[in-house]
C-alpha cells in the first residue's frame, strides 16, 4: 500500500530548499548554464501541497540525460525510467512512493516546459484560482487516502483546465 497522500499549509522552506538543491545540482553536473525552475504546488507561496519539491531542469536534447545520472547519484538522486513519459526523464531523492524531491527533465522550451510554467505562474497570478486548486487537492486527499495515481488523475482535468486558461491569458497580454 502507497504512503497516505497529506496536504501540508505553505512551507516558505520549500522556497529556501529549492535554492539550495539548485546549487547542488548545478555544482553535480558542472554547469551554470543549466535552466533549473521549482515547479508544483511547493514553488507556488500559499498553496498546500505534498511536501515533495518538483524540480525542473531543461535540455538541449534528452539524450544529455544519461550524462547525468552518475553524478546526480552522488547526490542523492535515483533515476527512474518511465516508458509511458518519452518527453521526460525522471530523478527523485528519497525511499520509493515516498520521495522528498522530483527532479523532471524536460527538452528545454518543449510544450512539457511551457505548460509547467505556465501552470505555476497563472496559480500566483490568479490567487482565486490557486485557492480552488489548493480545495481540490484537500478534497482528493482524503478521497484518495493512499491511491497516489487515482489522485493524480483526478487532478488532471483541474491542471489542464489552467492550462488552456494561462495559455489564453498570457499569449493575447
Not at 496559480?123 to 493524480?152: A, F, H
Amino acid at each position: 500500500m502507497d504512503k497516505q497522500i497529506v496536504i501540508e499549509e505553505y512551507n516558505p522552506y520549500w522556497s529556501t530548499e529549492f535554492v539550495i538543491e539548485k546549487v547542488k545540482i548545478k555544482q553535480a553536473l558542472n554547469n551554470d548554464l543549466l535552466p533549473i525552475e521549482h515547479i508544483g504546488s511547493t514553488s507556488v507561496k500559499g498553496l498546500g501541497a505534498k511536501p515533495i519539491l518538483d524540480i525542473m531542469i531543461g535540455v538541449k536534447n534528452l539524450t544529455e540525460v544519461d550524462k547525468f545520472i552518475k553524478p546526480l547519484k552522488q547526490i542523492e538522486y535515483e533515476y527512474v525510467f518511465h516508458k509511458e513519459f518519452p518527453g521526460r526523464r525522471f530523478f527523485r531523492k528519497g525511499q520509493w512512493r515516498a520521495g522528498t524531491h522530483h527532479l523532471h527533465i524536460y527538452e528545454y522550451k518543449s510544450e512539457f516546459w511551457i505548460n509547467n510554467i505556465l501552470f505555476r505562474n497563472y496559480l500566483i497570478d490568479y490567487p482565486d484560482i490557486k485557492l480552488q486548486y489548493n480545495e481540490l487537492k484537500k478534497d482528493l486527499s482524503v478521497r484518495y487516502k493512499s491511491d497516489r495515481v487515482g489522485y493524480t488523475n483526478a487532478k488532471a482535468p483541474f491542471i489542464t483546465n489552467v492550462i488552456s486558461l494561462a495559455k489564453e491569458t498570457y499569449n493575447n497580454g
